[in-house]
């Protein structure tokens, strides 16, 4: 059974930095691409940037100057460094993996960064 679990969500002031973890278990970790998506109140959920199994990036517009996706294969764990946090960057912050071919995702962090 795939179980992902997200932590290092919690308040932050604007300007400030975040890594949110995202600890994996039940799968085949260094062989699945992860991604970490977002849902911010009232909005639909959007991705933030994922990670193939090979470490190769992608972010979703502007994220990718301030955010990093990174995995440890050791550890079974993608993370996501988030620095220069604004106030829309609030959000409940998800992990997926995708692992035969179906999607996989964690309960989420809440980040809130306050002005």
């Known amino acids: 059974q795939v179980q992902l679990v997200e932590s290092g969500g919690g308040l932050v002031q604007a300007g400030g930095s975040l890594r949110l973890s995202c600890a994996a278990s039940?799968?085949?970790?260094?062989?699945?691409?992860m991604a970490w998506y977002r849902q911010a109140p009232g909005k639909q959920r959007e991705l933030v940037a994922a990670?193939?199994?090979?470490?190769?990036?992608a972010y979703a517009g502007s994220m990718k100057d301030r955010f990093a996706i990174s995995r440890d294969n050791a550890k079974n764990t993608v993370y996501l460094q988030m620095n220069s946090l604004k106030p829309e960057d609030t959000a409940v912050y998800y992990c997926?993996?995708?692992?035969?071919?179906?999607?996989?995702w964690g309960k989420g962090t809440l980040v809130t960064v306050s002005s």
């Open positions: 990670i193939s199994s090979g470490g190769g990036t």
């Open positions: 997926k993996g995708v692992s035969g071919g179906m999607d996989y």
């Open positions: 039940g799968m085949f970790f260094s062989m699945n691409a």
